[in-house]
């Protein structure tokens, strides 16, 4: 009987291996799933997030001042719709701009302006080609697009100044801010990937309670285990001490 009690604690203790290595197997592919759902967030969240508080401010901004270029901390991010300053600056490119006094402005400086020959509304950003000074001493500035033939056609008032070109761009980034500014773009870039990020946050919580699951009922198997080996020793039978050689019982007295 010692011998069979002794031959069931190994199965369970090799069991116990068997279940702790599949639980660790187990434990590592979830955890590893976990880590890729989390980056994949991370990454949707630092692409999307910053450009859609851009977007909003620069909207909101515009609607409060329609006068004036927004801007997002006296940075004055704008979308280039041409090919003018080609190949410095791209059609579609998102460029950085921050403002300066006319007086600052110099020769070769690409600066950005409200266009004297628009609408009002406008906004071009050329080189500065000179400098000229009126009889009143208003400052104007001749400008170019570094693509175009020729100059353009009316000096540039100091009061049209908006800001100057940082050197700062994002390659096709202003196609992506004009396609979310649409009613498609904003289903695409902003409730899309809430949806994608909740969605994977919930798998990844789903998966960790399965795992706590996993974990209880194994740990409540173990604890099961146990409880039947202690049982199964105590149930069994004692056989009758067997009368030793040294001291033989007597049949009967003896002188």
Known sequence: MTAGIKK??????????????????????????????TIIGIILCVILVPMLIINCTLILKSFINEDEVPDVGGVLPMIVLTDSMYPDIK?????????????????????????????????VTHKVMEIMTDEDGSLSFRTKGINNNTEDKLPVPAENLVGYYSGFRIPLAGNVALFMQTTLGLIVCVVVPFVIIVGLDLMRRNKNEKTQNQD????????????????????????????????????????
Do not use: H, W, Y
Not at 8 to 37: F, H, P, V, Y
Not at 92 to 103: A, V
Not at 229 to 249: I, Y
């Open 8 to 37: 069931g604690r190994m199965i369970m203790l090799e069991s116990k291996k068997r279940s702790n290595a599949a639980q660790g197997d187990a434990e590592s592919k979830t955890a590893t799933s976990s880590k890729t759902l």
């Open 91 to 123: 059609s579609g490119d998102l460029i950085f701009c921050r403002t300066l006094e006319p007086e600052e402005v110099e020769e070769g400086m690409v600066i950005s302006f409200f266009d004297p020959a628009g609408n009002g509304s406008a906004v």
């Open 216 to 255: 209880v009922a194994a740990l409540m198997a173990e604890l099961e285990a146990l409880k039947a080996a202690q049982n199964a020793q105590q149930t069994v039978p004692t056989s009758p001490a067997e009368p030793s050689e040294e001291n033989p019982t007597p049949d009967g007295d003896q002188l």
